[in-house]
């Protein structure tokens, strides 16, 4: 759709709130120029997209509304239906929520993106936006409703009081984080035992995620496996840790107490040893993370996690799922294609990337039945990471080469006929002062 004429919908076509959620619904994956959205093409485009899913949602009075961001915080200021982070209001779907990254003073355009509220709960809200991750695209996200960077919340005139005793269905987070996003951060060891978190400022940082790191803890060279995990369904990535001795670990995220979000851990299981891989991902689709573990025979095991049922000890039986997994030497748990069940992605010694999609309800609990070769040359890193980089649901990779750069490679298994990993770029230097990338 091209040309700056907004038209009113036809009178039959009321405007509604689930109007609004489906016309950005349906635009999940897709471009500035194709489709394109109003005069998206060739500019800074999420204000764009959020006015045409208004128009299409049938909201007539626009008037205001333009290319950028802050005319919907101007909108919402100049009708009455803008609502402040800090006000209480609740989130409904088909409102607008501005951001501020960079909190400026004196700037005469502090809104810097808009996206539009898709659900919320108590302490999330759930979105849709244009021009998000690298390549910009149209790409579900989700936050922390205390996320600071979040400003406010605009109400379309004319559908609904925006009240905000809504908010829609509740919706489980697009995935985790150390911060409760869904735009995963890093984690780096060093061998001092210390223990960075880099949070991901990707849409802030101009498609540069990880920027700026800060220690978080120390003593974490006592173990030898340290993994990410959401383990308690929170939407806060955990960590599971590994002493040589075998004993299981976990560290469960308070970072919303007091900005640490690891400062104490309890043993939740012997014997973890026998594994020469652990990996964290949730591969049955209910928000908790499980752990696969792989023996040196070959054989894989999962542990689903039952912390709600087991008095908090998530991993307490497993069975076998697989075996000849030896012919690989990296193992990646991450929903590659976006429906919330972690497919597996492994890489053999000569450098070639597998992906075996998880089909554990269709195949009796066997969730990695079958694979098929998705990538080459990949033998030049030394560390492989599966993170939901660009916040979409769908998991991207981060790739670390000896000499400390790291590279992400964007996940476009939509766009590249079902092969996600076509491209990478450099996103950082000297990670290679780290022994654990997680």
């Known amino acids: 759709m091209a040309g700056t004429v907004l038209m009113a919908p036809p009178a039959s076509a009321a405007p509604s709130r689930d109007r609004i959620v489906k016309a950005a619904a349906d635009e999940v994956g897709e471009g500035a120029c194709s489709p394109g959205y109003f005069n998206s093409c060739g500019m800074a485009w999420c204000a764009e997209f959020a006015r045409w899913v208004w128009n299409e949602g049938g909201v007539s009075d626009l008037k205001g509304l333009d290319g950028w961001a802050q005319s919907f915080k101007s909108y ?21 929520i501005v951001f501020d990254w960079d909190h400026r003073s004196g700037d005469d355009h502090p809104i810097d993106h808009v996206a539009i509220v898709i659900s919320s709960s108590s302490g999330t809200v759930n979105t849709i936006g244009g021009n998000q991750g690298d390549p910009g695209r149209v790409r579900r996200s989700s936050y922390q409703r205390s996320n600071g960077d979040i400003d406010g919340y605009i109400s379309p005139v004319g559908v609904g009081d925006g009240g905000g005793g809504g908010g829609g269905e509740e919706k489980p987070s697009v995935n985790h984080s150390v911060t409760g996003d869904s735009f995963t951060d890093l984690v780096g060891r060093k061998p001092d035992g210390t223990i960075w978190a880099y949070n991901n400022n990707i849409l802030r940082d101009n498609g540069v995620p990880y920027s700026v790191g800060r220690e978080i803890g120390h003593g ?121 069940f972690a497919e597996m992605v492994a890489r053999k010694a000569d450098g070639t990337l597998w992906m075996y999609a998880n089909n554990i309800l269709r195949d009796n609990g066997m969730p990695y039945s079958s694979g098929r070769q998705i990538g080459n040359g990949w033998n ?9 980089v660009t916040g979409d649901g769908f998991a991207d990779l981060v790739g670390r ?38």
Do not use: C
């Not at 020469?276 to 095991?301: C, N, S």
């Not at 030049?380 to 939901?388: E, K, L, R, V």
């Open 76 to 96: 919402g200021m100049k009708n009455g239906t803008y609502h402040s982070r800090s006000s209480g209001y609740k989130p409904q779907p088909g409102d607008a």
């Open 380 to 388: 030049i890193f030394d560390t492989i990471i599966g993170a939901n």
């Open 401 to 438: 080469k000896a000499d400390g750069t790291i590279l992400l490679y964007s996940n476009n298994i939509l766009r590249d006929n079902g092969q996600p990993y076509s491209t990478g770029r450099q996103i950082g230097t000297s990670w290679n002062i780290f022994d654990i990338i997680m």
């Open 220 to 340: 974490w060279n006592a173990f030898d496996t340290v993994l990410t995990a959401d383990v308690t369904g929170d939407g806060y990535t955990d960590l599971v840790a590994r002493k040589p001795d075998g004993t299981l670990w976990l560290y469960a995220n308070d970072t919303k107490n007091d900005g640490l979000p690891y400062s104490s851990g309890r043993q939740i299981g012997t014997s973890w040893n026998i594994f020469d891989t652990i990996v964290a991902a949730d591969l049955t689709g209910d928000g908790f993370a499980e752990l696969v573990g792989r023996k040196p025979d070959g054989t894989l095991w999962m542990y689903a996690n039952n912390i709600l049922r087991d008095n908090g000890k998530p991993y307490s039986a497993s069975r076998e799922i697989g075996h000849g997994w030896n012919v690989f030497d990296t193992l990646i748990a991450a929903d590659v294609t976006g429906d919330g």
